[in-house]
């Protein structure tokens, strides 16, 4: 056992640190996930020359898929198209016969007086008018079942001050930095990066010519860091969220840092809340609800707690105690957020609700199994930090097609997955009397444990993951695919540029068949899909290594389409993109696999400095949108100064750069990706 978070003293100096990473908060000592492959691949690890054997190993114990996967290339590949070549151009690219356009960028206006896109000019009450920045996790809900009519529901992650004031022109900024002003910030500047963030509804429409377009209609809408928003399930009223806000614990204001999304059995979206600590600070000793999950005793990560005339909506961002009492200040304010929320995109007049049973963690997104009648509803989530865990949620109550809504979240039990040395897993309950979960062990009852997720976890023994992300359960046979995207800190003493598996610059995708292919199982059986990186250092589950036409690394987005094609969206962080390990895999892509045979395409590359994230198609699978999000965030602090972006795109011609939705079509209008 390792003890690989005390690697780094400062984790914003590891490599592979992306802006918004959460400090590694984990102190439990938990197997590690490559603790446990190490077991299971002899002792011989992910050094160069002792990769083949390991993933042999790996393999050899999993779950027959060898076997499978020679058995399925005597098929015809899912896939149709050609590989695309990596790319370190700034614009897109998609195999021969196929088209892109550009729909729905940062600041396009799509509800109220419609303000037109003005860089850095726009206000705050605009921004929240438009589309917000940093698209992630994306949604097609079909309007009357149509593919040429829906509503788009997409994710605002994060933001970029440089890019969204005007005062940050000429000055040297990294993509995170913003301006102080006699220590303060400028409240319209906080007010704005605020209702650049959260979720954007809108409606869009295939026109005549076959391009689409955003078309104003009543649900558009823009759901922020600032609207007022519910809490449901065992922590609604505790006192974990009683705030002078909410005195009575049952609201609180805004979602943040949305980044992947599910989208549930009734049609509606959910947003995760992923790296949302680091908004917060608390300059006293923290309660473990917040110092478990890296709020900042220092300074919030965009200093919204320092908006000039402190007004409440900005001043509740500091969670440092100041009044007598919980009902009179912030002190539990983070604890309102790290949930997922549930937005139904068809009301424009719903309130969103936190659904507290899903457990409060850094939520990469939620995975719904498909539904079966008079079965538990079932969703996977993972822990996107270094060291956290995979979890998923089974409802009390059986899914009914007629009535089935949220509250079936409401009421049943969260797990932690366990991956066991021999290729076994078991889902460990966080319930009240289970798995040390006592009051004995400080866990006083279900609130507290769901507050708590992460040390609830710790508690029952999970498996620590390489930053758990995307979930995708395969249309036809169940199987749960996981992305983990990379783990830098996974021990110093092995760090070598020519064997980075060893510090896992790269990731792997894990998969699993839960037992008796019920959702609701406690057991189930795993092995690697994939492990990325380049041709030396990566390995498929079928024992071919990736190459020209698929290196990869980082996977992040992950999704199935509804013949079972597996895509793959990576996001190398900004500090490494295009340089050392990472470089021969050019910008950031997107992938598609075949998971019977372990075949990998690329299928498109995305412009400089983004990653790609977010992925649905049509009904029809004829229209395919992705998700391009922060170009020309390799833009160094110096270059920015001088007005020197690495980015353009999407406009071109030295306009700023702008996260958008990618509409990708056929020229012989087939199914994307046959
Ligand atoms: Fe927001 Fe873990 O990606
Ligand atoms: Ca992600
Ligand atoms: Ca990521
Ligand atoms: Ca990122």
Redesign the pocket.
Known sequence: MSAYEHDYPDHTATPGY?H?DEPPCNASSNPTFYDVVDARASRRGFLLGGLAAAVTGVFAAGAGSQARAQGAAQKPSLMGFKPVKVSVADTVTVPEGYRVQVLGAWGEPITGAMPAFRPGLNTAAEQGQQIGMHHDGMHFFAIDGSSTDGLIVVNHEYVEPRFLHAAAKGKELNSEAFVLTNGARDAEEVAKELAAQGVAVYRTRRGADGRWSVVADPRNRRITGATRIEFSGPVRGSAHLVTKYSTDGVATRGTLNNCAHGVTPWNTFMTAEENWAGYFRNAEKMPREQSRYGVSPKQGRYGWELAAGGADEFARFDATPKGASAREDYRNEPNGFGWMVEIDPFNPQSVPVKRTHLGRFAHEGVVFAPAQQGKPVVCYSGDDARFEYIYKFVSAKPFDAKTASGALLDEGTLYAAKFNADGSGEWLALAPGQNGLTPENGFANLADILINTRLAADRAGATKMDRPEWGAVHPANGEVYFTLTNNTARTQAQVDPANPRAQNQFGQIVRWREDGDDHGATKFRWELFVIAGNRATSRTFAGQALGEDNIFACP?GLWFDGAGRLWIQT?I??SEQNRGAVEPMGNNQMLCADPATGEIRRFLTGPSGQ?ITGVITTPDMRTMFVGV??PGATTSPKDFAVGKLTSHWPDGQGAIPRSATLVITREDGGVIGA
């Open positions: 992306a918004g992040d996001d962080g900004e990653e999000q922060h």
